[in-house]
Each structure stands twice: as structure tokens, then as C-alpha cells.
């Protein structure tokens, strides 16, 4: 009996405000959506960041006749003597792990495998590409500070910092992960306004009912019940649609970058992320309904 | 059964209180028509009994409950032994006498078989028996208010609140109407009565509590609606 009533009266309620239930069910997709794409976007960087961080390296790239760096100007190529000094130097740093050296031939097979493209391929010889040193550092932390070390030593022409390029490509995964949140929390704000507004209405429509619930005794629970219900399911709606979003996210935006990212965004984060939103979802739904009824549903 | 000590009454927004000093008693069972004219604290009598308002100062039993004391929590038990009618019937338009009449059961949660089994007994005991599926507009004023009575009592509650009951009947009409009051009466059901209607009061030649000005002026036993001094 109580079940019945509980969910006759929110259908009736539901369909009365029909279309301000859509407008609750878009907000609440599209909130929840972005906000779960914006806890997708940070599990990725922060799995990036430590898959990555371990595989950091220095490249010290070496003087060759011709050099346009700054540095090796007028200086002709690096002498054997200047690479095996360098090659000491930077052995004895406390920081470095290990250095390889990468000759011409070997750099020019690194490139090739890079997926270069043809055209690039065709006219770049191995004479092309410089030699350098590849730097792999104890504590990737340290490596600006090595880097620096090993500035304006004799024969160094330039030296690449893979973490500043990594760290360039995650601040813009970054930044898209706060507009995602930013617009997020717009989201969330604007449904809670118009659960609000929802809530109101339907106490309205529904002032006869009520006053009459109230006058034979019905428990404030009975009354409100119905109005809470409305603002969940309208938000559960929402959050499926979210849910469906974020599936979607995964499969056509995740999933083809990840050939990329080498550590793929799994089923299991998703199903975390969905969780998650969905629970917010729904409890804010609650909490906007309730505050709603406190003022305009007198008990 | 009901008992106002010193109760005073102010709205905010208004300097002269809608009930001054009143102290009243009701015993179980008693028949009391509160007169006066509009505006003399009839209404907020009967609000302050359902604890829809608080009064400023004095205290207030109902049915052996302080309501100063009852948590918010539980004035829904409260009210669940009041009924309550009002002039203007407050049925709902969409629901027949019977829905009407067990919807209050079922927003308290009482079980289907025990609202199958009271309601016909209650239409009946208004008068109102064959009339069970009528729709609210298919009904006279006075039939309506029969219903509404049905929904007021299908609890058994200890005190009935009638608000201007007859305000909307014609006298013919609403002489039908305090005999079912009477008979609700005679099941040891307390009836407090806010009226106008001298000719009824006349009649029934039962307690009358008179207020003027939120003022208690007259409390008489067998009492008539005019000045009988």
C-alpha cells in the first residue's frame, strides 16, 4: 500500500512537470558527464605520469661540423678526447644511472621506428642526425638539475629534457581537466537550481494533497517522500544518461589515444568514475529536493 | 480533553493579539460551539489545538499531550486524533467518497484490508451509503461536507475541529449535517464547533464558549448563540 502510493503519487508528479523533469534529467547528464570525464582525464595523467616518469632520459646531444647550435659555433665537431671527457663527466654525476651512447647509424634507426614520414625519411641521412648521450637518471626528480650540469660543457650542443616535453603534454590534459570540472560544477549548480525549482512546482500542483496529509497526520516523511523521490529519479535518470556519455568517451576518445599513451584507460576506472557520478548525481538531487521542501512544504 | 490556560495569541505584524489571556477547558465528550464574530480568534483557537501555531505565552493540552512539549516530530501523532472539518470541504476533486475517505487511512499507512473493512462503515454513518463512487462534483454542498466528516472521523479520533461546517449549507441542509456531528458526538467523540450560525446553536442547546476581541466573554452550559444573560 505504502509503496503504491509512494510511487503513484511521484509518476503523477513526474508527468505534471514534465518538462522541467527533462530539463533536471539534461543538467544532470551533462554535469555528471563532465565531471566524469574530468576524473577519467585525471586517472589517465596521473597512470601516465607514473608509467612514464621511470622511462625519463636526458638527451645530450653532441657537437658536428655544422652545428647550428649556439654552442658548438665555429667549434667544428667534438673530438674523441671531449667525448670520452664528457662521457666521464657525466658517469660521475651521482645522479645519472646510465649513459649509452647513441652513434649516427643508431639514431638514424630510432627515427625511422618514430613513424616518421616518408618524405622526412627520404631526404634525412644518418649524416643528418647528431650523436648524443642518452642520460638515465637515478631520481627523475633530479633531472633539471642535471640537465643544468651539464649545460656549456665542452662539445654539448643541446640537451632535450623528455620530462619538460611530457610534462608540457600533460598540462594541457591538465588544463582540459579543469574546464571539464569548471563547466562541471556550473552544471551541478545550474540542476540543483532547477530540482529547486522543480520541487516547488510540484508542492504547488500538489498544495490540496499535502494540506490534507498534513491535517489527518500523514508523517512528514509520507508527505515529502513523494517530491524526493521526484528530484532522485529524475537525477538516477540523469546519471544513466551520464553513465551512457562516459562509456561513450571511453570507447571513441580514450580508447584511440591510447595507441599513444601506452597505459590505457581501463573498464575498471570507468566503472569507478561512473560510480562515483552517479552517487553525486543522486545526492544532490536529495539534497536539493529536501532544502526545497523545508521552505515550501510547511510541516 | 482540551485545556487552554492564559493562552495568548499574537500574529507578527500585529499589535492586538488574536487571542488574549483565554483560559478554557473541554472535557471528553463534550459538545462546545466557540462563537463570535469574524475576526474574534475562532480559527486560531482551533489552529493553536492542531499546533499549526504556537501560542506566545499560557499553555495548551490536548488530549493529555503538553503541546509545548510535543516535538515536531510528533505532532503528526497529535493530529491523527483530531479531525478536522472545514466550510470549504477540501475534498479532492479526482478521487470518489470512498478514495477521499481512505486516503486519509492510507497516508497514515493503515492496512488495506482494515480500510476496505471502515470506510463503507463510515459512508454509512454519515449518511452517504450508495453514494460511495460519486465523484466530489457529482454532490450537493451538503453531501460533500458528509464526506468530508467521513474523512474527518474514518479514524476514530478523540476530538472532531469543525470549522463553520454549516457555512456553505443551507439551513434545510445543514440540519442533516449536526445530526451527523451529534452522532459522532454520541460515540464519545469531543466536538468543537466554530460557528455563525445562530439558529443551529439554538437548537442544539449545548455548550457555548463566546469570543470578542480574542477575549473569552461568555462560556455557558445548554447556551444560546445571542446575548442570554
Known amino acids: 500500500m505504502r509503496a503504491n502510493f509512494i510511487f503513484s503519487e511521484v509518476w503523477i508528479g ?10 533536471v534529467i539534461v543538467t544532470v547528464a551533462v554535469g555528471m558527464g563532465l565531471l566524469g570525464i574530468g576524473l577519467m582525464i585525471n586517472s589517465q595523467v596521473s597512470s601516465l605520469t607514473g608509467y612514464w616518469t621511470d622511462k625519463v632520459e636526458l638527451s645530450v646531444f653532441l657537437c658536428e661540423k655544422n652545428s647550428p647550435f649556439p654552442a658548438c659555433k665555429n667549434k667544428g ?4 678526447e671531449q667525448k670520452a671527457a664528457l662521457k666521464q663527466t657525466i658517469e660521475s654525476l651521482p645522479d645519472v644511472e646510465r649513459v649509452d651512447f647513441e652513434d649516427q647509424a643508431k639514431a638514424y634507426e630510432n627515427f625511422k621506428d618514430g613513424g616518421n614520414n616518408s618524405i622526412l625519411l627520404s631526404v634525412i641521412k644518418p649524416e643528418d642526425l647528431p650523436e648524443s648521450f642518452r642520460v638515465k637518471l637515478k631520481d627523475p626528480d633530479k633531472s633539471t638539475a642535471v640537465q643544468d650540469s651539464l649545460k656549456g660543457q665542452a662539445g654539448v650542443s643541446n640537451i632535450v629534457n623528455q620530462r619538460q616535453i611530457l610534462e608540457s603534454a600533460f598540462g594541457f590534459m591538465e588544463k582540459l581537466r579543469n574546464m571539464a570540472l569548471g563547466v562541471a560544477i556550473l552544471m551541478v549548480l545550474a540542476a540543483t537550481l532547477l530540482i529547486g525549482n522543480t520541487v516547488r512546482l510540484s508542492a504547488y500542483n500538489r498544495r490540496r494533497e499535502t494540506g490534507i496529509m498534513r491535517l489527518v497526520g500523514a508523517s512528514n516523511v509520507y508527505i515529502q517522500l513523494p517530491f524526493v523521490m ?3 529519479i529524475a537525477g538516477l535518470i540523469g546519471g544513466v544518461f551520464a553513465a551512457v556519455l562516459l562509456i561513450f568517451t571511453k570507447v571513441f576518445i580514450f580508447e584511440q589515444i591510447q595507441t599513444y599513451t601506452a597505459a590505457p584507460l581501463t573498464w575498471n576506472t570507468v566503472a569507478f568514475v561512473i560510480t562515483v557520478t552517479m552517487i553525486i548525481g543522486v545526492v544532490i538531487c536529495l539534497l536539493a529536493s529536501f532544502v526545497t521542501l523545508r521552505r ?3 510541516v | 480533553m482540551i485545556h487552554f490556560d492564559n493562552v495568548t495569541k499574537v500574529y507578527a505584524n500585529q499589535n492586538r493579539p488574536a487571542l488574549d489571556h483565554v483560559s478554557v477547558d473541554v472535557d471528553k465528550g463534550e459538545f462546545v460551539f466557540l462563537v463570535g464574530p469574524s475576526g474574534s480568534g475562532k480559527s486560531t483557537f482551533l489552529r493553536l489545538v492542531l499546533k499549526e501555531e504556537r501560542p506566545n505565552s499560557g499553555a495548551i493540552h490536548v ?5 509545548a512539549k510535543l516535538s515536531n516530530f510528533k505532532v503528526p501523532h497529535l493530529r491523527r486524533r483530531i479531525g ?3 466550510q470549504d470541504f477540501r475534498l479532492l476533486p479526482k478521487k470518489n467518497v470512498y478514495e477521499n475517505v481512505a486516503f486519509a487511512l492510507e497516508v497514515i499507512g493503515k492496512p488495506r484490508r482494515f480500510i476496505r473493512k471502515v470506510v463503507p462503515e463510515v459512508i454509512e454513518l454519515v449518511g452517504l451509503e450508495g453514494k460511495a463512487h460519486r465523484m466530489p462534483e457529482e454532490l450537493s454542498g451538503g453531501e460533500q461536507q458528509r464526506v468530508a466528516m467521513a ?3 474514518v479514524n476514530r479520533p478523540m476530538i472532531l475541529l469543525a470549522d463553520e461546517p454549516t457555512g456553505n449549507i443551507d439551513p434545510a441542509t445543514s440540519i442533516g449535517i449536526m445530526k451527523v456531528l451529534d452522532r459522532i458526538n454520541r460515540t464519545g467523540t469531543t466536538v468543537l464547533m466554530a460557528t455563525h450560525d445562530a439558529a443551529i446553536v439554538d437548537s442544539m442547546r449545548k455548550r457555548v464558549v463566546e469570543l470578542e476581541d480574542g477575549k473569552i ?13
Not at chain 1, 665537431?77 to 674523441?80: G, S
Not at chain 2, 488530549?63 to 503541546?67: E, Q, V
Not at chain 2, 466573554?217 to 444573560?229: C, L, T
Request: with cysteine; charged share 25%; net charge positive.
Open chain 1, 14 to 23: 513526474l508527468r505534471r512537470n514534465l518538462t522541467m523533469t527533462i530539463a
Open chain 1, 77 to 80: 665537431a667534438i673530438t674523441e
Open chain 1, 230 to 232: 521526484e528530484g532522485v
Open chain 1, 296 to 298: 515550501y512544504l510547511r
Open chain 2, 63 to 67: 488530549a493529555g499531550k503538553d503541546l
Open chain 2, 84 to 86: 478536522c472539518v472545514f
Open chain 2, 151 to 153: 474523512r474527518a472521523f
Open chain 2, 217 to 229: 466573554v461568555r462560556d455557558q452550559s445548554r447556551g444560546v448563540y445571542g446575548q442570554a444573560y
